[in-house]
């Protein structure tokens, strides 16, 4: 799933039913619109579009 708008339709999304329609658990995120943390607990590889990543 590619996220490019900042509707509040798409700020908190079911993403269980999304889960289910997915062939794959990606999400794009050209907003920042969601938890980075949140998303990969629920089994979604979430990549934000620019947001410098820092390694642990």
Same mark, same amino acid.
């Given at each position: 799933?590619?996220?490019?708008?900042?509707?509040?339709? *798409?700020?908190? /999304?079911?993403?269980?039913?999304?889960?289910?329609?997915?062939?794959? #658990?990606? !999400?794009?995120?050209?907003?920042?619109?969601?938890?980075? *943390?949140?998303? /990969?607990?629920?089994?979604?590889?979430?990549?934000?579009?620019?947001? #410098?990543? !820092?390694?642990?």
């Amino acid at each position: 799933m590619i996220l490019l708008t900042e509707w509040k339709e *798409f700020r908190v /999304p079911d993403f269980e039913e999304i889960a289910k329609l997915l062939k794959k #658990k990606v !999400i794009f995120d050209g907003r920042n619109q969601y938890n980075s *943390f949140d998303l /990969p607990s629920k089994g979604f590889e979430y990549i934000q579009i620019g947001v #410098k990543i !820092i390694l642990v």
